[in-house]
T-cell receptor, first 111, second 114 residues
């Protein structure tokens, strides 16, 4: 069935270091969404990528969609403690209109 | 944040008891979803609704039922709770289904079945 694989599962960084999480799908994605979930919180939508090779930026966050639309990445430049949380890539093309969540990358940032 | 309220926020109950979780929205969105989140599994869809009285099963629907009698309310019922249903439950809403619009999540219900 549909699934998205996300790596790494955990990442510990020193504040100020960069961070990247990768998302891979066995099938071509129609589009992909990224969500962030703070500890104890709920998933919050960050961005949606639709076009092959698309790159979008939100301040220190850069999102990329692969040329073949089978992979995506999220890169955070100069992490801050406010970046702590779990980042999920999501295949938004679930057969029932649901979201197929990757298992997420949990980011911890040491001050 | 979107107007989504889940209740209760926390619940502890015993195996075999019925449990109902409520999701209330003020956005007038057509689509509503129930997910459960467990360590190592991300979020998995339990049931969803695409309109009043229109519901369907998701990936992990066994042991759960849902009802939607009004646009704003979507109820999730565990008829006879089991320990495997201990989880965090999230409700989500969207105006459009089939993945072309973000889903907005409630704050979650932490349910413990002893």
């Amino acid at each position: 069935g549909q699934q998205v694989m996300q790596i790494p599962q955990y990442q510990h960084v020193q504040e100020g270091e960069d961070f990247t999480t990768y998302c891979n799908s066995s099938t071509t994605l129609s589009n992909i969404q990224w969500y962030k979930q703070r500890p104890g919180g709920h998933p919050v939508f960050l961005i949606q990528l639709v076009k092959s090779g698309e790159v979008k930026k939100q301040k220190r966050l850069t999102f990329q969609f692969g040329e073949a639309k089978k992979n995506s990445s999220l890169h955070i430049t100069a992490t801050q403690t406010t970046d702590v949380g779990t980042y999920f890539c999501v295949d938004s093309r679930g057969s029932q209109g649901n979201l197929i969540f990757g298992k997420g990358t949990k980011l911890s940032v040491k001050p | 944040d979107a107007g989504i309220t889940q209740s209760p926020r926390h619940k502890v109950t015993e195996t075999g008891t019925p449990v109902t979780l409520r999701c209330h929205q003020t956005e007038n969105h057509r689509y509503m979803y129930w997910y459960r989140q467990d360590p190592g599994h991300g979020l998995r869809l339990i049931h969803y609704s695409y309109g009043v009285k229109d519901t369907d099963k998701g990936e992990v629907s066994d042991g759960y039922s849902v009802s939607r009698s009004k646009t704003e309310d979507f109820l999730l019922t565990l008829e006879s709770a089991t320990s495997s249903q201990t989880s965090v439950y999230f409700c989500a809403i969207s105006g459009i289904g089939f993945g072309n619009q973000p889903q907005h999540f409630g704050d979650g219900t932490r349910l413990s079945i002893l």
